[in-house]
């Protein structure tokens, strides 16, 4: 693929050798172009790129809190259309926690109210900034700093909140989702999102090297093998219309993903095996 | 010490005043002789420290590895960064 | 001038129109929904052109407002109560972020236990938001401060939020007769928005909403500081151009017979109406009384106050709030202002508990022999 030459995130930034999250940015951006507006829910994201009075931001940038982002870019949104500005991309990025458990709500309204935005949810399936807390997107059996294994525990009690599923629910005509490893795929999402009139939804899959324990040169291998294994699905929703984007050509048995990570490390047969049937049936729902 | 008013910033992609490369252990040396020019190693960095043409900005990059562990002809080591 | 007759929160909403702003993100609650009916209305009629968001709560309102602030736009919301409680985390954002966002609020209680009725704890336990707070007495005083607001926080000196409150109930529900200016006056009075520093543009990209250490956080909340202790002079000067436009005159407090008094009532909002006419009632009794509304709660006029009671000796603060235990928030803003005087607290009206004459002659009294310093009127106090 071309891919566009121009970069919008700065280096400099502070986020952790190997983050996904940088380059769940980066490549956006590469994508949207200069034309943008970027909102950010609190979160890694966010402290990892504006330490004042330093900013990695080369479009216009502004962060409020940790739910609000989807309210913010409502009003980002708006007031450019009042300044005959609509052919701005407005792009709100919220980690899994900002977007799923606590800008759930705030979410829902501005996909609700048809604004012309983005939101890309990074998922990296905990509360990194405040130290690897579980949320709603925290898998089953991950162990986290408050869903941690011990004795009598194997770790995260409850499957996986299905934000994109939620999102669709809404009605909205672009949702998909997409995982930093596979860049064509995302970018082109990204293009579909920002072309697309009206709120688009995109939920990737960002490994986190930190959170999840695993060496930094791994990042995008472990990606691979979330989708390779079935784990991490890439489809889209067009118009209500649901397209998988990518399908493994054999795919690999999950328990390959989970020793990769320390966060699953703990996890014995039985739960491997609830793990595999989890994502038999839903790769069998999806049609992968 | 005086902020700007409500601390907005106007330097955008003023981060690059923090060399980052100082956080390395491990540096990548990348080899123009086997690189077949896939691209992984520029899209995946996630500093955008490998440039178009394949030369590796090391005032920013932080050793993290993804570019060598990405390379699917093993043009990129990484060596112990004194 | 058109005058009409009308109620408070229609009053707003004609300052609103006046005002244009850009972009209104409003989510309703008793008393002040009709703010966001009538706004709605003039968007319908196509009497004002603006992006009107029907948010799906007060936290995505103010965010919104924040986020088409920052955008450099004029911005409006309003609120009241519960919905203005849900603001308090992102009240300080928009303050900090300088955002010059013009909000009515509509005082009513806090639960629990939940009471819809008036009194004025929602905007006070908000007074350390950054964000100038103005108490209006009627609809009238509500439009021309709405009004202001907008020249006041839009200022490049202050660039402050502006909250307008008005008595829920008692002011927004009450038909009075109410001056609605001509749009040409206000245009002149309040030219359109031109943001003075950095807002989110393409073509010039800032970033907002930034993280810092404790090497600048303590310096940008100073900022805050500087501006709302500036911004007393931009009031007085909007007021003064006010005057000049539309005839009516407006400042940061309103005394009412305080040069010879003994005991000064002071209070904010409604209440000082009827404590005015009970002035005149007590004085023909031969009592030495008078009334001092506070106007602008935020910035507190610490030297028109002291110049205004320097004759009194003894202060009777009469509020409808209360931090428990420690009498009410103007209570102890006059005791930290105000020196040599003896100030005794009344918590009075909470949750719209009647305020009659006799509320008003049982504050007199226990000013006149005082038994403590906190009173609640109206209620068995337990001793
Ligand atoms: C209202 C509120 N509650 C809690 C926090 C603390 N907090 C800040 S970031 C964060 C977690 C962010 O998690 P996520 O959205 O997944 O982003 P990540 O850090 O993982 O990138 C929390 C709990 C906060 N800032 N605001
Ligand atoms: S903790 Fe994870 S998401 Fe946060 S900066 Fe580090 S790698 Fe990125
Ligand atoms: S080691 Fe990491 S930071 Fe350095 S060039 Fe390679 S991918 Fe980029
Ligand atoms: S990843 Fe290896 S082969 Fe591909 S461009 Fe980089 S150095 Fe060349
Ligand atoms: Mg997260």
Redesign the interface.
Known sequence: MDFPKEEFLAPGHRGCAGCGAALVVRLALKQSGKNTVVIAATGCLEVMTTPYPETAWEVPFIHVAFENAGAVASGVERALKAQGKEDVNVIAFGGDGGSVDIGLQSISGAMERGHNLTYICYDNEAYMNTGIQRSGATPWGASTTTSPSGSVSYGEDKPKKNMPMIMAAHGIPYIATASISYPEDFMQKVKKATETKGPAYIHINQPCTTGWGFEPAKTIEIGRLGVETGFWPLYEIENGEFRVTYRPTERKPVVEYLKSQKRFKHLGEDEVEKIQEYVDNQCEELGI | ????????????????????GS??TFKPILNKDKCVEC?NC????????IN?EYGI?Y??C?????C???CPVNAIE?EIDN | MTKKVMTATAAISNAVRLAKPDVIPVYPITPMTKVAEYIADYVANGELDTEYIRVESEHSAMSAAIGASSTGVRTYTATSSQGLMYMHEVLFAAAGMRAPIVMGDANRSISSPLCIMNDQQDSITQRDAGWMQFYAKDGQEALDLTLTSFKVAENENVLLPAMVCIDGFIITHTNEIVDVPEQEDVDRFLPPYVPKYSYLDPEKPVTVGSMTDSKYYMDARYGVEVAMNKSVKVIEDAFKEFKDIFGREHDLIETYKCEDADIIFIGLGSVCSTVKVLVDEMREKGEKVGMLRVVSYRPFPSEKINEAVKNASKLAVIEKDISFGMGGALYQDLKTTVEGKEIIDFVIGLGGRDITPSTIYEVLERTKNPSKIINWIGIEEDD
């Open positions: 010490m005086t902020t700007s008013v409500g601390c907005t910033i106007d330097k955008p992609g003023s981060t690059r005043v923090n060399k980052t956080w390395r691209d520029y899209i995946f960095c996630p500093e955008g420290s178009q900005d005032d920013f932080k050793g993290c590895g993804i060598s562990n990405e990484m």
